[in-house]
């Protein structure tokens, strides 16, 4: 394995282009649209092997430029470089259920970014990109499969099953791209990535992005990589330099609760971190109620709702996102000025994580951990393994004179908004969602079940009129037949014929479900 450290090189070259790495003219220009006009150091050193096909692995804390170091190489060699994007090369090899690329990812979240950012890559190169994660109807991405796609995206579980169940195969896959791999070996999926692995051509490229090679991760280095060229960016657990870390310490839950609620309320783009699910959830609703929006992100969640709430966040309608560590690498937006740890973490490599939400792509950010008084030596061990040296600071959001560190990190106040048009505006991304979707939103629209029927026929509003056609029979006003025999009295509200099969018809009246109880057979 050959090495190379990213950090020794940092100040060596400073004016390279994408376009001096090699990276084909359009793909350069979709990179410059974006504003993305300078590699970062993971990239510059990374690109110049893994556009020749050789097999990398990248070591860097989160937020270094990992996606576009491993999402160039997948646009540009799947697609056989300038020359073969100009000819639509991609198209001509595109086979259903067939990818050439995977990239495998621990979470939903990430796998969804991930896609996001290989797109603005792909598209250039007439690349398609599809997703493939659990938590939402397989249907959809068996579609996507069939229709043919060049790079897939997966979270491990669900593209496992779909293997199992023969809608796709991996014979064809020309790279694989294994991103967060040590969070991958947390999360137990390394078995599975071992059998993912297992299907796909043994002489395809590969590429491995992880922040450490504990737990396993090695072992697949060894097993999987072909001699390797090693790039690092600063170390693998290194403290971020334009963080600046907080230590808080308040005597109670009162001044805890206060000083949350005095943090989350500025205008800028906030993470507020807890341990538990149940504690993202009521944080949030409390922050809403208070005339702060405020999201959560936590495990529980349908993968809709995570989506909206990650809109909402993303946009700016929330200025404060609540989540437990689901989102500590599965979440990457840029923006976020301030990280808080509700609670310490329980060790040092999830606060790392954590505080890495901030202080991205070069840009500085503020870390808060908050410490009640029997926490505070657990937080000394922790600020000791992850060796970092701050003085904590005794604070009182409720004195009449706050800490001015306190006061900075606020910042401005944001405007307190009603709470009740909060959530009509959250009732109404939900609908719309559900409509983009093809499905009535909650509240809206008729069920056609029998008993939703005789509940507005007695109201007066149902049952009246109208005719409709469906294979097999009717169903309608007179008499109560069905197929195979009478049900005499079955008084259901009148009028109205309608299709169904073994032609079933209503009866007359509007209350009664049987008159004289008989039924025959």
């Known amino acids: 394995m050959t090495h190379t450290n990213a950090g020794s090189t940092r100040h060596r070259v400073t004016t390279q282009t994408f376009a001096d790495l090699g990276v084909p003219a359009p793909i350069a220009h979709a990179l410059d649209k974006n504003g993305k006009t300078a590699p970062?150091?993971?990239?510059?050193?990374?690109?110049?092997?893994?556009?020749?096909?050789?097999?990398?692995?990248?070591?860097g804390r989160t937020g270094s430029g990992k996606t576009i170091a491993f999402g160039i190489p997948i646009a540009a060699n799947l697609a056989g470089g300038e020359a073969g994007i100009a000819a639509g090369e991609a198209a001509k090899k595109r086979r259903p259920s067939r990818p050439r690329a995977i990239v495998l990812a621990p979470t939903r979240e990430l796998v969804t970014q991930i896609a996001e950012t290989l797109k603005m890559l792909a598209d250039p190169a007439g690349l398609k990109v599809t997703t493939i994660f659990g938590g939402v109807p397989q249907r959809r991405q068996e579609v996507a499969l069939e229709?043919?796609?060049?790079?897939v995206v997966a979270a491990p579980g669900r593209l496992d099953d779909l293997l199992k169940q023969g809608v796709l195969t991996l014979d064809g896959v020309e790279i694989t791209v294994l991103d967060e791999a040590d969070h991958m070996a947390d999360m137990g999926f390394l078995p599975v990535v071992t059998r993912i692995m297992n299907k796909t051509p043994k002489q395809g490229q590969r590429l491995l992005f992880s922040a450490t090679l504990?737990?396993?991760?090695?072992n697949i280095v060894k097993k999987y990589l072909h001699n390797p060229v090693m790039h690092s960016v600063d170390s693998a657990e290194s403290p971020v330099p334009q963080l600046t870390h907080h230590?808080?310490?308040?005597?109670?839950?009162?001044?805890?609760?206060?000083?949350?609620?005095?943090l989350a309320s500025g205008t800028a783009r906030r993470i507020m971190f807890t341990r538990m699910k149940h504690q993202a959830k009521k944080l949030a609703k409390q922050l809403t109620a208070a005339g702060?929006?405020?999201?959560?992100?936590?495990?529980?969640l349908s993968q809709n709702a995570r989506d909206r709430n990650l809109a909402e966040f993303v946009s700016g309608e929330a200025k404060v996102l609540v989540a437990t560590d689901v989102a500590a690498r599965g979440v990457h937006v840029d923006g976020v000025d301030l990280v808080v740890h509700i609670d310490p973490p329980v060790e040092h490599k999830a606060y790392l994580h954590r505080s890495g939400r901030t202080a991205r792509a070069g840009n500085e950010g503020d870390v808060v951990t908050i410490v009640l008084p029997e926490q505070r030596g657990e937080m000394r061990q922790l600020m000791r393994a992850a060796k970092i040296n701050v003085t904590p600071l005794q604070?009182?959001?409720?004195?009449?004179?706050?800490?001015?560190?306190?006061?900075d990190l606020i910042g401005e106040v944001a405007p307190r908004q009603d709470p009740k048009a909060i959530e009509q505006r959250r009732a109404e991304a939900q609908a719309a969602q559900q409509r983009a979707a093809g499905h009535n939103p909650a509240g809206s629209g008729s069920s056609t079940g029998a008993n939703a029927k005789r509940k507005r026929s007695r109201r007066g509003g149902g049952g009246q009129g109208g005719q409709g056609a469906a294979s097999g029979g009717q169903r309608g006003g007179q008499g109560g037949q069905r197929s195979g025999?009478?049900?005499?009295?079955?008084?259901?509200?009148?009028?109205?014929q309608g299709g169904r099969p073994g032609g079933r018809s209503g009866g007359q009246g509007g209350g009664q479900r049987r008159q004289g109880g008989q039924r025959s057979a």
């Open 40 to 59: 970062f150091p993971i990239q510059r050193d990374t690109l110049p092997d893994t556009l020749k096909g050789r097999d990398v692995l990248g070591r």
């Open 147 to 151: 229709a043919g796609v060049d790079i």
């Open 214 to 218: 504990d737990n396993g991760v090695d």
């Open 247 to 262: 230590i808080f310490e308040v005597s109670g839950k009162g001044q805890k609760d206060a000083l949350i609620e005095a």
């Open 292 to 300: 702060i929006p405020a999201v959560e992100l936590q495990g529980n």
């Open 395 to 407: 604070v009182d959001p409720m004195a009449k004179s706050v800490n001015r560190e306190v006061l």
């Open 485 to 496: 025999g009478q049900r005499s009295g079955g008084q259901r509200g009148q009028g109205g």
